[in-house]
């Protein structure tokens, strides 16, 4: 009884230290290739927008082109209208 629980605690702790090692590996790897599929440029974008944000005098005004957006619906859906009860 005594020696399945110890082998039972040896393969727990081994595999525990394997999704540790295997967990902290991944992570070295993530951070090895970022840079290559560009995981770094939405860093940079972000960084460059907090820069514009701290740049900016206070009273400045920024007027952005809502227009090019598209909409979020399409065309032939047609109007959403919200309709409430009156009593």
Do not use: C, W
């Not at 230290?17 to 940079?44: D, E, T």
């Not at 909409?71 to 309709?83: L, R």
């Amino acid at each position: 009884m005594t020696l399945s629980v110890i082998l039972f605690l040896m393969g727990f702790f081994r595999t525990l230290f394997l999704v540790v090692i295997f967990y902290y590996l991944f992570r070295f790897i993530v951070k090895l290739l970022a840079p290559v599929f560009g995981f770094q440029q939405v860093n940079r974008k972000q960084q460059q927008q907090n820069r514009q944000k701290e740049q900016r005098v206070e009273g400045d005004v920024r007027v952005e082109n809502l227009k090019a957006q598209k909409p979020h619906y399409a065309k032939d859906e047609g109007e959403y209208v919200d309709f409430e009860e009156v009593d």
